[in-house]
C-alpha cells in the first residue's frame, strides 16, 4: 500500500502517541535525567521496562528508544542538556516536536528540587 492509503493505515493501527504516552516518556527521560545527575546506579533499560511493563505504555522497546531520541533532539535544538544514549533524531516533526516541546516545559528538570 503506499500514498495516502498507507497513511490511513497507520493511523487506523494508532500508530500516532497520545497525548499521555508522550507525556509518560517525557516523565521518563526526565526521570533518567534526575537520576544521572544524582550519580544513582541504574540502567536506562530498567526505566523501559518500567514504563513499558509497569506503567502500561503500549509500544515497543524499539518505538519507546526511538522517542526518547526525538525528546534529545527538542532539548538539543533548544541548546538543553540531553541524555548521551539517546541520540538526537534527525528529521523530527514539528507537529511532534511542537508536542513534546509543551510537556518538556510542564515538567521542566529541577534537580535541585527534586533531591532536597
Not at 500500500?1 to 487506523?12: D, L, N, P
Not at 526525538?70 to 534527525?90: C, H, Q, T
Not at 511542537?98 to 529541577?110: A, K, S, T
Amino acid at each position: 500500500m503506499s500514498g495516502r492509503h498507507a497513511y490511513c493505515v497507520r493511523v487506523a493501527k494508532n500508530d500516532l502517541w497520545t497525548d499521555q504516552e508522550l507525556a509518560l516518556s517525557v516523565l521518563a527521560y526526565r526521570m533518567i535525567q534526575a537520576l544521572e545527575a544524582s550519580s544513582a546506579s541504574f540502567t536506562k533499560a530498567e526505566i523501559r521496562r518500567f514504563v513499558l511493563d509497569e506503567c502500561g505504555l503500549q509500544r515497543s522497546k524499539a518505538s519507546f528508544e526511538l522517542r526518547m531520541g526525538n525528546i534529545s533532539s527538542v532539548l538539543k535544538d533548544r541548546g538543553d542538556e540531553w541524555i548521551k544514549g539517546y541520540v538526537p533524531r534527525e528529521h523530527v516533526g514539528q507537529r511532534i516536536s511542537n508536542r513534546i516541546g509543551r510537556l518538556l516545559d510542564e515538567l521542566p528538570f529541577q534537580l535541585e528540587s527534586d533531591f532536597r
